[in-house]
């Protein structure tokens, strides 16, 4: 018998595919068409139904104000009369506020940058893997993405996480062809895409550095001085587009702003590291009112409860189901990766070791990171984890040569496939059969042997792997089961994003008329308690109405003193309640907000339109 050591190896022997030659490869020639067909399919899972789409009211609300004007742009105003901003950076908005500005304002307008910014992504993943793992497997990773859930969900949706993942994937095209030639100027510019990526998602954008500094560190072919120095110059470049609207912000006076949401104390240094930093890693033991920050608990509620608490989480068919189709798959490309850099000892140069590590820190790194940091319920935070693992597993596919453990692996992830689907039941429950009769044929042909049956038995294989994730993705074709407008999950845990705020109730028109007639000239309309409440009046009609206390209702905006300023000098003459907000149990809230009410109600003149009351609060009451 063989030894060990003579048996077939696990991966490939050989490195990298060789440049192109003037004589194309039959993949080569049919590698556009093919990469064509995968965007195409990507453009019509993100773009289908799009007419349906739905506002998000709190983005959609803050896309209208900054359709109005530079300031509201450049910051992010939720209202029209920039009083408040988001909750967040605003540069995820800023693409969809352009769409706006072009197509006019409608849901489906803000959805479109997003859908583009996902094909983009899907073909930016084919470039960077195809450069380290051939064509094939750059076409893979492709379509893996494609069929990810998640990818779908977030083409379909208006979080900040599409233009992220495109960001980040610009910023590991450019660390690679630095990496390739040791270019200072191709390394500065992944530092600049990872800074405008800081826009869309604050610190999470950092990391990715671990993934890109360990790439450039130990295989870009210059000294290790050099390396460092190239390394700090693109850092201080990222660190200074990183924080240039912080520091736009800090600088600018806060009467020429709007006031941050999400502070106590109107600074940026609170709303991105206090609000959406350490209230979701609560385990780092910083208390994030320390920062100026609204707390954790007030901040993120319930929702953060028991998110974060192992590399278990990311197995729940919750996120996995959204995201982790390929883990086995993707497993088997890391540990391959490891076992041939073992065996070969390549050069510290070598464009093979450099790609494993990119995207096993990228990988690694992100799943990490969502694992102890609470994304809230939110699925749309994996799309960075759904690129590591399409990298991943297109590589395991084409470089594990091992017949038994390839065949092993994909039996492996179609059982997985079938766990995940089959846990929701009376939802496509019959892809998890057609997978196991896939899967059947493909471990025969395995077991034949010969070339040509094990090319046959791998593509049957695939199919049985991605028929179900395959499934999911299509689904969200139906209203039933994704809503292009939303947060992007796809599936039975769908939740439908009503689209009653994009236009008035025959109620709210009375009432908008009423304040239209009797404005007097104020600044505001209105004031009302929660950003609920303006949302309708700001998408349908672009008004100005002041939300007190932000997003969380516990911001101390506006202080007292500027409230009462305001209706002194006449800027805002009218607090607008429901009936709801009459209620003892809501009068007795103790937020800032509320104060505020109650101060209206106990000083200001009642006047009923349609169902709500309007608090008339006229010059010399706010004494």
Request: with cysteine; charged share 10%; proline share 7%.
């Amino acid at each position: 018998m063989p030894s060990p050591v003579s048996a077939e190896p696990l991966v490939r022997a050989e490195g990298p595919p060789p440049p192109p030659t003037r004589t194309r490869s039959r993949t080569q020639r049919y590698e556009r068409p093919i990469l064509a067909g995968i965007a195409t399919v990507a453009a019509l899972l993100f773009f289908w139904g799009i007419w349906h789409s739905a506002y998000h009211a709190f983005y959609a609300s803050a896309v209208r104000s900054m359709t109005d004007n530079p300031v509201a742009f450049l910051y992010g105003s939720f209202d029209p009369g920039n009083s408040i901003t988001l909750d967040k950076l605003p540069g995820f908005l800023w693409p969809q506020a352009l769409s706006a500005l072009v197509l006019g304002f409608h849901p489906w307008s803000l959805v479109v940058p997003q859908a583009l910014e996902g094909v983009a992504s899907v073909v930016l993943l084919h470039v960077v893997v195809r450069r380290w793992a051939g064509v094939t497997a750059g076409l893979l990773a492709a379509a893996f993405l494609t069929l990810t859930p998640v990818t779908v969900g977030l083409g379909r949706s208006v979080t900040e996480d599409a233009p992220f993942v495109l960001l980040l994937l610009l910023a590991a095209e450019a660390t690679q062809r630095a990496t390739a030639r040791a270019r200072l100027r191709t390394l500065v510019l992944a530092g600049v895409w990872v800074g405008v990526a800081f826009q869309c998602k604050m610190l999470e954008a950092w990391a990715v550095l671990p993934a890109l500094a360990v790439t450039y560190l130990v295989a870009a072919p210059t000294t290790v001085r050099r390396r460092i120095r190239d390394l700090a110059v693109s850092g201080a470049v990222m660190l200074a587009v990183s924080l240039s609207w912080m520091l736009a912000a800090g600088l600018t006076p806060a009467a020429a702003r709007p006031y941050l949401d999400g502070t106590t104390d109107n600074s940026p240094i609170a709303l991105v590291v206090g609000y959406n930093f350490l209230t979701r890693f609560q385990a780092l033991g910083v208390d994030a009112a320390g920062t100026g920050s609204i707390v954790a608990a007030r901040a993120h509620g319930r929702a953060s409860a028991g998110m974060g608490d192992s590399v278990w989480k990311m197995f729940s068919p919750g996120l996995a189901s959204q995201t982790g189709w390929l883990y086995p798959l993707a497993a088997l490309g890391l540990a391959a990766g490891l076992v041939t850099l073992w065996r070969r000892r390549p050069q510290r140069t070598d464009p093979f070791l450099a790609g494993y590590l990119l995207w096993g820190v990228w990988l690694v790194t992100f799943f990490l990171v969502f694992s102890f940091g609470s994304v809230t319920g939110h699925t749309y935070y994996m799309g960075v984890v759904a690129v590591g693992l399409s990298a991943l597993a297109a590589t395991a596919v084409t470089r594990v040569r091992h017949r038994s453990v390839l065949c092993a692996v994909l039996t492996v992830n179609v059982g997985w496939c079938a766990a995940l689907t089959l846990y929701y039941p009376g939802f496509f429950t019959w892809s998890a059969g057609v997978a196991a009769v896939l899967a059947l044929p493909a471990l025969v042909l395995f077991a034949v042997g010969g070339s040509r049956p094990r090319r046959t038995a791998l593509a049957v294989a695939l199919a049985a792997v991605l028929v179900v994730p395959a499934v999911w993705s299509a689904s969200a074709t139906s209203l039933r089961y994704n809503q292009p407008g939303g947060f992007g999950r796809i599936g039975p845990g769908s939740i439908a994003t009503r689209n009653g705020a994009a236009a008035l109730t025959p109620a709210q028109q009375r009432v908008l008329a009423y304040l239209t007639a009797h404005r007097d000239g104020a600044r505001y309309l209105a004031a009302v308690p929660r950003w609920q409440m303006a949302a309708p009046y700001i998408l349908s009609d672009n008004a100005s109405i002041l939300p007190l206390g932000g997003f969380t209702a516990h911001v101390p905006y506006p202080a007292p003193g500027t409230f009462h300023h305001l209706i002194d000098t006449g800027r805002l003459r009218y607090v607008l309640l429901s009936a709801a907000d009459l209620t003892h149990r809501a009068r007795g809230a103790k937020t800032p907000g509320r104060a505020l009410v109650r101060w209206a109600i106990g000083h200001c003149a009642p006047v009923h339109v349609s169902g709500y009351t309007l608090y008339h609060c006229g010059p010399g009451h706010g004494g």
